[in-house]
Protein backbone atom coordinates (compact mmCIF):
# COMPACT_ATOMS: atom_id res chain seq x y z
CA UNK A 1 0.00 0.00 0.00
CA UNK A 2 1.22 3.34 -1.10
CA UNK A 3 0.76 6.20 1.52
CA UNK A 4 2.52 9.13 2.51
CA UNK A 5 1.65 11.04 5.51
CA UNK A 6 3.12 13.93 7.38
CA UNK A 7 1.65 16.00 10.38
CA UNK A 8 3.52 17.12 13.46
CA UNK A 9 1.34 15.62 15.93
CA UNK A 10 -0.20 12.81 14.44
CA UNK A 11 2.25 9.34 12.73
CA UNK A 12 1.47 6.98 10.38
CA UNK A 13 2.46 3.38 9.30
CA UNK A 14 1.68 1.32 6.70
CA UNK A 15 2.49 -2.73 6.93
CA UNK A 16 0.85 -5.13 4.18
CA UNK A 17 -2.43 -3.44 3.84
CA UNK A 18 -3.06 -2.32 7.38
CA UNK A 19 -2.59 1.43 8.44
CA UNK A 20 -1.31 2.11 11.65
CA UNK A 21 -2.09 5.59 12.98
CA UNK A 22 -0.77 6.96 16.13
CA UNK A 23 -1.80 10.57 17.74
CA UNK A 24 1.61 12.07 18.60
CA UNK A 25 1.39 14.35 21.50
CA UNK A 26 3.08 12.10 24.41
CA UNK A 27 3.89 15.01 26.55
CA UNK A 28 -0.18 16.11 26.65
CA UNK A 29 -0.87 12.32 26.95
CA UNK A 30 -1.90 12.50 23.20
CA UNK A 31 -4.94 14.99 24.13
CA UNK A 32 -6.73 15.86 21.22
CA UNK A 33 -6.72 19.78 20.40
CA UNK A 34 -7.97 21.22 17.33
CA UNK A 35 -4.64 20.69 15.26
CA UNK A 36 -4.96 17.20 15.82
CA UNK A 37 -8.56 16.24 15.23
CA UNK A 38 -7.59 17.66 12.13
CA UNK A 39 -4.77 16.21 11.54
CA UNK A 40 -6.32 12.32 12.74
CA UNK A 41 -9.48 13.17 10.19
CA UNK A 42 -6.69 13.55 7.39
CA UNK A 43 -4.90 10.68 8.45
CA UNK A 44 -8.19 8.56 8.00
CA UNK A 45 -8.66 9.94 4.42
CA UNK A 46 -5.30 9.46 3.53
CA UNK A 47 -5.53 5.75 4.87
CA UNK A 48 -9.03 5.39 2.87
CA UNK A 49 -7.44 6.78 -0.28
CA UNK A 50 -4.55 4.02 -0.43
CA UNK A 51 -7.15 1.29 0.18
CA UNK A 52 -5.83 0.20 3.64
CA UNK A 53 -7.71 -2.81 4.41
CA UNK A 54 -7.80 -2.40 8.03
CA UNK A 55 -6.65 0.30 10.15
CA UNK A 56 -5.27 0.42 13.63
CA UNK A 57 -5.78 3.66 15.87
CA UNK A 58 -3.38 4.06 19.05
CA UNK A 59 -1.96 7.16 21.08
CA UNK A 60 1.96 7.33 21.17
CA UNK A 61 4.03 6.58 24.33
CA UNK A 62 3.71 4.60 27.33
CA UNK A 63 0.92 6.03 29.27
CA UNK A 64 -2.16 7.23 27.27
CA UNK A 65 -3.83 6.19 24.15
CA UNK A 66 -5.84 9.62 24.23
CA UNK A 67 -5.88 11.59 27.48
CA UNK A 68 -8.89 13.26 26.15
CA UNK A 69 -10.01 16.32 24.57
CA UNK A 70 -7.41 19.27 25.34
CA UNK A 71 -9.18 20.50 28.51
CA UNK A 72 -6.43 23.48 27.99
CA UNK A 73 -7.85 24.55 24.92
CA UNK A 74 -11.96 24.00 25.74
CA UNK A 75 -11.36 26.14 29.29
CA UNK A 76 -11.92 29.20 27.43
CA UNK A 77 -14.36 28.56 25.14
CA UNK A 78 -17.53 30.44 24.03
CA UNK A 79 -20.87 28.49 23.38
CA UNK A 80 -20.34 28.76 19.75
CA UNK A 81 -16.40 27.20 19.67
CA UNK A 82 -17.52 24.51 21.47
CA UNK A 83 -20.62 23.50 19.56
CA UNK A 84 -17.99 23.82 16.33
CA UNK A 85 -15.51 21.97 18.78
CA UNK A 86 -18.39 19.19 18.64
CA UNK A 87 -19.26 19.10 15.61
CA UNK A 88 -15.32 18.33 14.83
CA UNK A 89 -15.13 15.38 17.31
CA UNK A 90 -18.86 14.29 15.80
CA UNK A 91 -17.13 14.48 11.90
CA UNK A 92 -14.08 12.51 13.00
CA UNK A 93 -15.72 9.25 15.16
CA UNK A 94 -18.13 9.05 12.12
CA UNK A 95 -15.85 9.17 9.54
CA UNK A 96 -13.77 6.41 11.73
CA UNK A 97 -17.32 4.75 12.23
CA UNK A 98 -17.82 4.70 8.19
CA UNK A 99 -14.38 3.79 7.46
CA UNK A 100 -14.81 0.99 4.94
CA UNK A 101 -12.70 -1.20 6.43
CA UNK A 102 -12.24 -2.14 9.95
CA UNK A 103 -10.93 -0.32 12.38
CA UNK A 104 -8.97 -1.47 15.92
CA UNK A 105 -8.53 0.83 19.01
CA UNK A 106 -4.75 -0.24 20.53
CA UNK A 107 -6.43 1.43 23.77
CA UNK A 108 -2.79 1.36 25.08
CA UNK A 109 -3.18 3.43 28.24
CA UNK A 110 -5.64 6.50 29.59
CA UNK A 111 -8.56 6.72 26.88
CA UNK A 112 -10.84 9.37 29.02
CA UNK A 113 -13.36 11.79 27.52
CA UNK A 114 -12.78 12.58 24.26
CA UNK A 115 -10.66 9.83 23.85
CA UNK A 116 -12.62 6.97 25.38
CA UNK A 117 -15.09 8.73 22.62
CA UNK A 118 -12.86 7.45 19.76
CA UNK A 119 -12.31 4.64 20.72
CA UNK A 120 -15.93 3.74 21.02
CA UNK A 121 -16.30 4.75 17.14
CA UNK A 122 -13.94 2.01 16.28
CA UNK A 123 -14.92 -1.36 15.27
CA UNK A 124 -13.55 -3.25 17.99
CA UNK A 125 -10.81 -2.17 20.80
CA UNK A 126 -8.20 -4.22 22.41
CA UNK A 127 -6.54 -2.73 25.78
CA UNK A 128 -3.70 -2.98 27.15
CA UNK A 129 -3.28 -4.28 31.25
CA UNK A 130 -2.88 -0.78 32.00
CA UNK A 131 -5.88 0.67 30.07
CA UNK A 132 -8.00 2.91 32.31
CA UNK A 133 -11.12 4.07 30.31
CA UNK A 134 -13.69 6.33 30.51
CA UNK A 135 -16.59 9.45 30.07
CA UNK A 136 -14.96 11.44 32.64
CA UNK A 137 -16.58 15.24 31.65
CA UNK A 138 -19.17 15.36 34.48
CA UNK A 139 -16.53 16.02 36.76
CA UNK A 140 -15.27 18.80 34.35
CA UNK A 141 -18.49 20.28 34.67
CA UNK A 142 -19.47 19.43 30.89
CA UNK A 143 -21.16 16.25 29.50
CA UNK A 144 -19.40 13.96 26.87
CA UNK A 145 -19.58 15.93 23.43
CA UNK A 146 -17.58 13.33 20.58
CA UNK A 147 -21.10 10.53 20.68
CA UNK A 148 -20.32 9.06 24.18
CA UNK A 149 -24.20 9.85 25.32
CA UNK A 150 -24.79 7.50 22.11
CA UNK A 151 -22.42 5.20 21.41
CA UNK A 152 -21.47 4.26 25.35
CA UNK A 153 -24.98 2.62 26.13
CA UNK A 154 -24.91 0.70 22.69
CA UNK A 155 -22.31 -1.29 23.90
CA UNK A 156 -22.40 -1.35 27.61
CA UNK A 157 -25.95 -0.99 28.11
CA UNK A 158 -27.94 1.92 29.86
CA UNK A 159 -27.17 1.32 33.44
CA UNK A 160 -23.21 1.21 33.03
CA UNK A 161 -23.21 3.59 30.83
CA UNK A 162 -25.14 6.16 33.10
CA UNK A 163 -23.16 4.82 36.22
CA UNK A 164 -19.76 5.67 34.02
CA UNK A 165 -21.19 9.37 32.84
CA UNK A 166 -22.38 10.43 36.57
CA UNK A 167 -20.09 9.41 38.17
CA UNK A 168 -17.04 10.06 35.81
CA UNK A 169 -16.01 6.65 36.77
CA UNK A 170 -12.59 5.93 35.45
CA UNK A 171 -12.80 2.01 34.58
CA UNK A 172 -9.54 -0.61 34.65
CA UNK A 173 -9.10 -2.62 31.85
CA UNK A 174 -10.48 -5.82 33.47
CA UNK A 175 -13.83 -3.76 34.76
CA UNK A 176 -14.10 -2.44 30.46
CA UNK A 177 -13.67 -5.79 29.67
CA UNK A 178 -16.51 -7.53 31.98
CA UNK A 179 -18.78 -4.24 30.91
CA UNK A 180 -18.43 -4.80 27.09
CA UNK A 181 -16.55 -1.85 26.41
CA UNK A 182 -13.05 -3.42 26.05
CA UNK A 183 -13.09 -7.28 23.90
CA UNK A 184 -9.97 -8.26 24.77
CA UNK A 185 -6.73 -7.62 27.13
CA UNK A 186 -3.51 -8.67 26.78
CA UNK A 187 -0.05 -7.70 28.57
CA UNK A 188 1.19 -4.38 28.30
CA UNK A 189 4.40 -5.44 26.22
CA UNK A 190 2.55 -7.96 23.46
CA UNK A 191 -0.48 -5.05 22.68
CA UNK A 192 1.16 -4.06 19.79
CA UNK A 193 1.84 -7.14 17.78
CA UNK A 194 -1.53 -8.65 18.83
CA UNK A 195 -3.08 -5.83 17.06
CA UNK A 196 -1.24 -6.18 14.09
CA UNK A 197 -2.09 -9.71 14.24
CA UNK A 198 -5.76 -9.06 14.46
CA UNK A 199 -5.81 -6.29 11.85
CA UNK A 200 -3.73 -8.33 9.25
CA UNK A 201 -5.87 -10.99 10.08
CA UNK A 202 -8.85 -8.32 9.15
CA UNK A 203 -6.93 -7.64 6.34
CA UNK A 204 -7.09 -10.91 4.50
CA UNK A 205 -10.80 -11.21 4.79
CA UNK A 206 -12.79 -10.59 1.76
CA UNK A 207 -13.03 -6.74 1.84
CA UNK A 208 -16.59 -6.28 0.39
CA UNK A 209 -18.03 -9.01 2.65
CA UNK A 210 -16.49 -6.87 5.69
CA UNK A 211 -17.65 -3.39 4.69
CA UNK A 212 -21.44 -4.82 4.02
CA UNK A 213 -21.20 -6.71 7.43
CA UNK A 214 -19.88 -2.96 9.07
CA UNK A 215 -21.99 -1.12 7.38
CA UNK A 216 -25.05 -3.43 8.23
CA UNK A 217 -24.22 -3.33 12.09
CA UNK A 218 -23.88 0.18 12.00
CA UNK A 219 -27.54 0.29 10.87
CA UNK A 220 -28.70 -1.12 13.86
CA UNK A 221 -27.57 2.47 15.42
CA UNK A 222 -29.91 4.24 12.64
CA UNK A 223 -32.44 2.32 12.70
CA UNK A 224 -35.44 0.18 14.69
CA UNK A 225 -35.03 -3.38 14.79
CA UNK A 226 -37.55 -3.62 11.52
CA UNK A 227 -36.18 -1.02 9.36
CA UNK A 228 -32.39 -2.94 10.64
CA UNK A 229 -33.81 -6.60 9.33
CA UNK A 230 -35.06 -4.86 6.27
CA UNK A 231 -31.59 -3.22 5.71
CA UNK A 232 -29.49 -6.97 6.52
CA UNK A 233 -31.92 -8.52 4.40
CA UNK A 234 -30.81 -6.17 1.54
CA UNK A 235 -27.64 -5.98 2.11
CA UNK A 236 -26.52 -9.90 2.73
CA UNK A 237 -28.92 -10.79 -0.88
CA UNK A 238 -26.53 -8.15 -2.38
CA UNK A 239 -23.40 -9.87 -1.57
CA UNK A 240 -24.80 -12.81 -3.59
CA UNK A 241 -23.35 -13.09 -7.21
CA UNK A 242 -20.23 -11.71 -5.90
CA UNK A 243 -16.84 -13.10 -6.63
CA UNK A 244 -16.26 -13.04 -3.13
CA UNK A 245 -19.21 -15.05 -2.24
CA UNK A 246 -18.62 -17.40 -4.84
CA UNK A 247 -15.38 -18.52 -4.19
CA UNK A 248 -16.10 -18.46 -0.24
CA UNK A 249 -18.75 -21.31 -0.94
CA UNK A 250 -16.86 -23.02 -3.68
CA UNK A 251 -14.14 -23.24 -1.39
CA UNK A 252 -16.22 -24.98 1.43
CA UNK A 253 -17.75 -27.12 -0.70
CA UNK A 254 -14.09 -28.29 -2.40
CA UNK A 255 -12.52 -28.42 0.91
CA UNK A 256 -9.84 -25.84 -0.10
CA UNK A 257 -8.89 -22.17 1.09
CA UNK A 258 -10.28 -19.27 -0.75
CA UNK A 259 -8.92 -16.43 -2.71
CA UNK A 260 -10.66 -13.51 -2.00
CA UNK A 261 -10.77 -10.69 -4.53
N1 LIG B 1 -6.04 18.01 28.02
C1 LIG B 1 -4.92 18.75 28.04
N2 LIG B 1 -3.79 18.36 28.65
C2 LIG B 1 -3.80 17.18 29.27
C3 LIG B 1 -4.94 16.35 29.29
C4 LIG B 1 -6.11 16.81 28.63
N3 LIG B 1 -7.22 16.08 28.55
N4 LIG B 1 -4.65 15.25 30.00
C5 LIG B 1 -3.36 15.36 30.40
N5 LIG B 1 -2.87 16.55 29.96
C6 LIG B 1 -1.51 17.07 30.18
C7 LIG B 1 -1.32 17.55 31.61
O1 LIG B 1 -1.85 18.85 31.76
C8 LIG B 1 0.17 17.51 31.74
O2 LIG B 1 0.74 18.62 31.08
P1 LIG B 1 2.01 19.43 31.74
O3 LIG B 1 3.10 18.40 31.78
O4 LIG B 1 2.22 20.54 30.79
O5 LIG B 1 1.54 19.83 33.10
C9 LIG B 1 0.55 16.27 30.92
O6 LIG B 1 -0.56 16.03 30.05
C10 LIG B 1 0.76 15.06 31.78
O7 LIG B 1 -0.38 14.88 32.59
P2 LIG B 1 -0.31 14.62 34.19
O8 LIG B 1 -1.65 14.97 34.76
O9 LIG B 1 0.89 15.29 34.75
O10 LIG B 1 -0.08 13.04 34.18
P3 LIG B 1 -0.56 11.98 35.27
O11 LIG B 1 0.02 10.68 34.83
O12 LIG B 1 -0.31 12.46 36.64
O13 LIG B 1 -2.17 11.91 35.10
C11 LIG B 1 -4.24 11.71 33.90
C12 LIG B 1 -2.73 11.47 33.93
C13 LIG B 1 -4.74 11.27 32.51
C14 LIG B 1 -4.92 10.86 35.00
C15 LIG B 1 -4.54 13.20 34.14
O14 LIG B 1 -3.72 13.96 33.26
C16 LIG B 1 -5.96 13.57 33.85
O15 LIG B 1 -6.83 13.33 34.67
N6 LIG B 1 -6.22 14.20 32.66
C17 LIG B 1 -7.55 14.63 32.30
C18 LIG B 1 -8.38 13.47 31.81
C19 LIG B 1 -9.78 13.94 31.45
O16 LIG B 1 -10.59 14.33 32.27
N7 LIG B 1 -10.09 13.87 30.15
C20 LIG B 1 -11.36 14.21 29.64
C21 LIG B 1 -11.31 15.48 28.90
S1 LIG B 1 -12.85 15.78 28.09
Partial sequence: MDLAFDAETVSVETGGDVARIAVNRPDSLNALNVETLGSLADAFSAAEDAGARAVVLTGAGEKAFVAG????HMSEMSTPEALAYAE????????????????????N???F???CELALACDLRVASERALVGQTEVNL???PGWGGTQRLPRLVGDELA?????FSERVDA???????????IVAHDELDERVREMAAQLAAKPQHALKAAKDALNATHESSLTSGLAYERRTFAGLFGTHDQREGMAAFTEDRDPEFE
Fill in 69 to 72: ADIV
Fill in 88 to 107: MGHRLCRQIEEFPAPVVAAV
Fill in 109 to 111: GYA
Fill in 113 to 115: GGG
Fill in 141 to 143: GII
Fill in 162 to 166: RRMIF
Fill in 174 to 184: SDAHEYGLIGE
